[in-house]
């Protein structure tokens, strides 16, 4: 049973451009959440998704980054005109329909922006 | 707001030493807290939680006391393994949302053969 694969483990842009990360979470789980790890800080959480829906995104900031997890793909974090403060792991997990706080981590996406 | 305050690493210890990783909270009404563990080239996976004062939580060798007057949740083990080398992530649900954590600064600890 695959766990939660995201993709690209690694990601260069310059200032301005977009940054796309996948998630594709373990096989059964319909809930998504996004964390980000900015250098010395803890795991923050960013927003929570069901299958078409945000359920929770008061993490999100507020410009320039938006989250979807559609009917059929993986969930994509979309990250607008990037700037250096950006930069920062980017992890993704998911839990089944039980609410246990058990959630299921991949191995994140590190983005760099120069 | 809530927090989660996670002693400092790096750790490191010999095979078979005892170990404590501290980890103190703040928060309102009754929170739920968690361990998790990232081992090197993989996601954090959870490794045990607690969901009520006085509760204890083990798994592989691990325990962790939900100690609300001391509002800690120290992660001991008495005999590291090198096996053991990860990072350790303390963590509590917010508003006793499972679904939305809080996390400690993670503690990286070393077990040398």
């Known amino acids: 049973n695959a766990g939660v694969m995201q993709n690209p483990r690694h990601l260069v842009r310059r200032r301005g451009q977009e940054a796309r990360l996948r998630c594709s979470p373990m096989?059964?789980?319909?809930?998504v959440y996004w964390y980000r790890q900015l250098p010395e800080e803890g795991l923050k959480f960013m927003v929570y998704?069901?299958?078409?829906?945000?359920?929770?995104e008061s993490g999100m900031p507020k410009e320039r980054f938006s989250a979807e997890f559609p009917k059929e793909g993986p969930s994509i974090l979309r990250i607008q005109q990037v700037v250096r403060g950006d930069s920062a792991a980017y992890f993704c997990?998911?839990?089944?329909?039980?609410?246990?706080?058990?959630?299921?981590f991949g191995e994140g996406s590190r983005l760099t922006v120069l | 707001g809530n927090s989660v305050t996670q002693m400092e690493g790096p750790v490191t210890l010999s095979e078979e030493a005892f170990l404590t990783i501290n980890c103190t909270y703040t928060?309102?009404?009754?929170?739920?807290l968690f361990w998790y563990v990232q081992y090197p080239g993989e996601g954090l996976q959870l490794l045990l939680k607690?969901?009520?004062a006085d509760d204890k939580g083990s798994n592989k060798g691990f325990e962790a006391t939900y100690r609300k007057e001391t509002t800690s949740f120290h992660l001991e083990k008495g005999s590291v393994q090198v096996s053991d080398s990860a990072v350790y992530f303390c963590?509590?649900?917010?508003?006793?949302?499972?679904?939305?954590?809080?996390w400690g600064l993670g503690t990286s600890l070393a077990v040398n053969p």
């Open positions: 607690a969901t009520k």
């Open positions: 928060a309102t009404g009754y929170p739920s």
């Open positions: 998704l069901q299958k078409e829906n945000i359920i929770d």
């Open positions: 963590a509590l649900s917010d508003a006793g949302n499972n679904r939305k954590l809080i």
């Open positions: 997990a998911s839990s089944p329909f039980s609410n246990t706080g058990e959630l299921f």
């Open positions: 096989k059964g789980h319909s809930h």
